[in-house]
């Protein structure tokens, strides 16, 4: 049960104060908490060792679960990924995954009209290996690095004041504790498949006919399917399926947000 989501969320007892002065120095239509993101990680900084999965999920639970935090909307749609990545110590990088030995998902949370939590969009997982000439075994693939040991964290932002985000719950999705891997596989290689096969489609949606393939793949709970406006050169990537996978697996089987 999370009787804490039916409750106010903690908050500093000066928030108001500090949201006044934020937004009174924000210029440019960016505010200052993403300036201070990049003054963080600017190069001159020292090097931060990546935490493990598990140290992660331990500072979570310990000072950001159920919490409260100042964080504006900006053009900028991965700043509260920057954030969370901040407060729980993982360094931004280039690196493959965020952790030394795994994977960090944040992703938004909406309430229905049934008051139960959904996810607001699927999980995007990653851009690497979907569309490749030659087939990437299941075992050497990105995609299974990027989910092999994932901890997923849920926020959602106040309905009558998004300035404000909200920590729910975390995570750590593995083969240790899902039966769910050799259907990830499968959906993998429907996936790729699909696409050496096929090819990634350059017909404009608006032009194409019946005969024209899709840009989208659905597995049980994987998805394929283009990134963006695209262009002459589209992108494609993997996502979590949002209600097959990320509804009703991960919310209402695993973290339980649901629980009445």
């Known amino acids: ?54 140290e992660v999920k331990s500072r979570f639970d310990t000072n950001l679960k159920r919490t409260r935090h100042y964080l504006p909307k900006t053009k900028n749609k991965g700043l509260a990924g920057q954030m969370s990545e901040m407060l729980l110590g993982i360094p931004l990088s280039s690196e493959c995954l965020d952790c030394s030995n795994g994977e960090l998902k944040l992703f938004p949370l909406v309430k229905a009209g049934s008051g139960q939590w959904k996810p607001k969009e699927s999980i995007a997982i990653t851009m690497r290996g979907v569309h490749t000439p030659e087939s990437i075994p299941w075992d050497e693939s990105d995609l299974r690095k990027k989910i092999s040991n994932v901890l997923f964290i849920a926020y959602f932002r106040d309905g009558e004041n998004d300035d404000y985000i909200n920590f729910v719950d975390a995570y750590v999705l593995n083969p240790s504790n899902c039966d769910l891997y050799d259907a990830f596989k499968a959906d993998y290689e429907t996936i790729t498949t699909y696409y050496r096969v096929n090819g990634v489609n350059q017909t404009p949606k608006n032009l194409r006919t019946e005969n024209d393939t899709s840009n989208t793949v659905n597995g049980t709970y994987i998805q394929g399917r283009t990134k963006g406006q695209g262009g002459k050169k589209k992108t494609v990537g993997f996502y979590f399926l949002p209600l097959q996978f990320v509804k009703h697996v991960l919310l209402d089987q695993y973290m339980q947000v649901n629980d009445s």
Do not use: C, H, W
Request: without cysteine.
């Open 1 to 54: 049960m999370y009787p804490a989501l039916k409750m106010e969320f903690t908050s500093d007892s000066n928030v108001v104060k500090e949201r006044q002065a934020l937004q009174k120095t924000a210029a440019k239509g960016e505010t200052v908490a993403l300036k201070q993101l990049k003054n963080l990680f600017k190069e001159e900084q020292p090097v931060i060792p990546r935490p493990s999965v598990a």
